[in-house]
């Protein structure tokens, strides 16, 4: 938590973590309390129980924090907390006027709480997934910003789930004497996740997501539809059978290859479709539209097959015959050797190694 919160930047995704492992730190203080047979408040022992209704909300809101640098708490957001806001104002009357809390509230609460983890567990998924999709649009790498360690915990915590569940039942309606009522196997379980994505959270890079920088771009159609561009343009349109618009769409597009040939902007491994707009003074929207419409792929790839074309010409030319094939890849844009090895396969539908073999097996299978 002091790692998070000395760093120079530090991000919303930054200050939600932090808080997070507030959270587990009150969990073990609370549960080193009791497994010592100490006597603590009992407020602190109920907050912290019902605390677990604040996991899923961090958690859904960390990942958006990772995903938008636009995201702010809005007043919707606060929805989020209800159920702890409730319960919590349910347990503190009941303690502060010595009423006994009804073990129907009990098993509500206790329901409530198991059923709303995997609600946003499955969410933030949908939500990683939709990131992935709107990062292959817009950039043409994906180290440190497609949050694969993400999608991989979160699978986790939902294993934890599992396991809270089934040790609760057990507990409730088995033979087994489990500590913490069960819940002991899930602190624990809790406390590893929490930890394994503050390490990784620690070293994650902030993420603009890409409709900020398309707002931020201002870009106007470049093409007026059929209505705007008035009766004259449709009544040419009927006499010739040919759409103006699409024509021009057209000629964009190759214009767009043309540069990608001359200029090779692809050469650059944090090429952005925004950089490429600068470049080419074509709005994102424009290029993006391009690509799907007549390359129909998305930008990640439609860049990283130009990236494959240069390797496969370079691996021809005498004078890389002394690089590595790696060295190669990273020369024409690729960042590392996973994300060569996946689009040289999809492209060539070899592994490097093997399309060497039946190219050029004595310059480089020793590289």
């Known amino acids: 938590m002091l790692l998070l919160l000395t ?66 708490f809005g007043k919707q957001d606060t929805l989020h907390l209800l159920p702890f806001v409730v319960s919590a104002c349910y347990v503190l009357y009941h303690l502060f006027f010595g009423i006994a809390i009804d073990e129907k509230a009990r098993e509500i609460i206790l329901l409530s709480k198991m059923l709303l983890l995997p609600v946003y567990g499955i969410a933030v998924l949908g939500h990683l997934r939709q990131h992935t999709r709107n990062i292959t649009n817009y ?8 949050l694969r360690w993400l ?32 819940g002991q196997f899930t602190n624990l379980a809790l406390g590893l996740f929490v930890l394994a994505i503050g390490y990784f959270g620690i070293r994650q890079t902030t993420i603009f997501f890409p ?5 931020a771009s201002g870009g106007t159609p470049m093409v007026l539809t059929r209505k705007e561009e008035g009766n004259d343009q449709q009544e040419k349109e009927e006499e010739t059978g040919i759409d103006e618009t699409e024509q021009l769409d057209r000629s ?39 690509i799907n419409s007549y390359g129909k792929v998305n930008f990640f790839d439609f860049v990283n097959r130009y990236r494959i074309e240069e390797i496969k010409d ?15 890849a990273l020369d024409c844009g690729f960042n590392s050797k996973a994300s060569f090895n996946r689009a040289f396969k999809k492209w060539t539908g070899k592994t490097p190694r093997e399309y060497i073999q039946g190219e050029n097996p004595l310059d480089f299978l020793n590289n």
């Open 7 to 72: 760093k120079k930047q530090r991000s919303t995704a930054d200050y939600l973590l932090a808080s997070w492992f507030l959270l587990i730190l009150l969990a073990i203080t609370t549960i080193y309390i009791n497994y010592n047979g100490l006597t603590g408040p009992q407020w602190l022992v109920e907050l912290t129980d019902i605390s677990v209704y604040l996991y899923g909300p961090i958690l859904w809101f960390y990942t958006k924090a990772l995903t938008d640098s636009r995201f702010q």
């Open 139 to 146: 950039y043409s790498f994906t180290e440190k910003i497609i």
């Open 151 to 182: 999608r991989f915990l979160v699978w986790s915590f939902l294993i934890i789930w599992t396991i809270a569940a089934v040790s609760q039942l057990l507990f409730a309606y088995g033979q087994l004497e489990i500590p913490q009522y069960g």
């Open 211 to 215: 409709a900020h920088l398309i707002e």
């Open 252 to 290: 964009q597009y190759l214009q767009l290859l043309q540069f990608m040939e001359t200029e090779k902007p692809f050469l650059d491994g944090q090429l952005t479709i925004f950089k490429l707009a600068t470049q080419i003074e074509m709005p994102p929207h424009r290029i993006s539209k391009l």
């Open 314 to 328: 370079k691996i021809h030319q005498k004078v890389h015959r002394q690089q590595t094939l790696l060295a190669i």
